[in-house]
């Protein structure tokens, strides 16, 4: 139920922190918390089954006919009225105190706390961060860009400018709080996150590829993914030689699949590692990418990857791939050919970066450097 408040009392005492988040978050939200409840006590609220809370049916009507306004596409959930009954919601519960620290997990809930409330924003994206295919650097336009009304974005806009700390996974993220919510660089913080999938040990050593590199594509969203994109350059690459394979998780068009494609359908964490350990690359061409946890799962394997030049891919990915810009089917062919010719030079670069990535891109990190600016 909505109204169900998890506490958990370990780790300093005093009086504790509360966390207030929208669901599972990429799977970043549980990795979080477990790590911040060993550290101090933890009261988390999931605002995500709020959306079906029957007290709450009025503001979701307001929220539906604040959206239609607005244009088409607009999720009723980036509204004014939405947050607005929300945040009456958990003051009601005393979730708004000067008593306790207050971490709200990304900006999407559009919550403004009270005076007097010491509070800290994480999250991977902020509204007015670029997107793909954009001629608005402030939000985008097009298929992928980010969607909100007017009301919504003000109430964003206060939630971060009037941070403790902001605390953000990748430098384009904040980049943006600095530059168009006008945060002072310290009181922004680059944190990272943690992965749902984390490599267990370093890389083992692989004898040079024989043939084209086994390909990895991971994703939920098949469009915003760059699906599309990857199959057209697979076709082509797969013409040139047969023996390319490709493998789909999480997402996979409607129809029969090319050639050397196969569907793993949506995969769970725990096989996750069968996947990387079968794969050469992983390739994301991705339209709108906040941060790419998956690159780093990737990355921490010693597998290359070939992503997209959005969000926060460049610093993720670094030497250890390839970038193209979004929608570049032509430049994607160009790095699926690069990827086989250089698959060595490559591999050894992305076991180099993923061992830095394997100490820093974890949740106890994450929690330490939070918990710590806000206690």
Same mark, same amino acid.
């Given at each position: ?9 370990? +780790? ?10 929208? +669901? ?77 620290? $207050? ?144 493998? $789909? ?32 690359? $992983? ?48 430049? $994607? ?43």
């Amino acid at each position: 139920m909505a109204d169900e408040t998890t506490r958990a009392t370990t +780790g300093r005492g005093g009086a504790g922190l509360v966390v207030l988040h929208a +669901g599972a978050f990429s799977g970043s939200a549980p990795g979080l918390l477990a790590a911040m409840r060993e550290l101090t006590d933890v009261t988390a609220y999931d605002l995500m089954p709020l959306a079906r809370e029957p007290r709450l049916a009025g503001a979701r009507v307001r929220a539906m006919a604040e959206a239609r306004r607005s244009g088409g596409g607009t999720p009723w959930t980036k509204t004014a009225a939405w947050p607005v009954a929300i945040q009456r919601h958990v003051a009601r519960r005393g979730l708004l105190t000067p008593e306790r620290p $207050l971490l709200v997990v990304q900006s999407l809930p559009a919550l403004v706390p009270p005076s007097g409330v010491r509070y800290g924003v994480y999250t991977d994206r902020v509204g007015l961060e670029g997107t793909a295919g954009s001629d608005d650097p402030a939000g985008g336009s097009g298929e992928h860009r980010s969607r909100y009304t007017a009301g919504w974005l003000a109430r964003e806009r206060a939630m971060v400018a009037g941070a403790h700390r902001v605390y953000v996974m990748g430098q384009s993220t904040a980049d943006a709080v600095t530059a168009r919510y006008g945060v002072p660089d310290a009181r922004v913080v680059v944190v990272g996150a943690g992965v749902n999938v984390p490599a267990d040990t370093a890389p083992e050593h692989r004898e040079p590829l024989a043939g084209p590199p086994k390909l990895l594509f991971v994703g939920v969203e098949w469009e915003r993914k760059g699906g599309p994109e990857l199959l057209a350059a697979f076709r082509r690459v797969h013409a040139e030689d047969p023996a390319w394979r490709l493998v $789909l998780a999480g997402s996979a068009p409607d129809g029969p699949l090319p050639e050397g494609v196969e569907y793993a359908g949506r995969v769970p964490h725990g096989r996750m590692p069968e996947l990387y350990a079968a794969a050469d690359a $992983l390739v994301i061409p991705t339209h709108r990418e906040p941060f790419g946890i998956a690159l780093v799962e990737a990355l921490t394997r010693g597998l290359p990857c070939v992503g997209t030049t959005v969000g926060n891919q460049r610093t993720i990915v670094a030497d250890a791939g390839i970038l193209v810009e979004p929608g570049d089917v032509d430049g $994607l062919t160009r790095a699926l050919r690069t990827l086989r010719t250089d698959h060595a030079d490559l591999r050894k670069r992305a076991e180099a970066h993923g061992a830095v990535l394997r100490t820093t891109m974890t949740w106890p990190h994450v929690a330490r450097t939070i918990w710590e600016g806000l206690s």
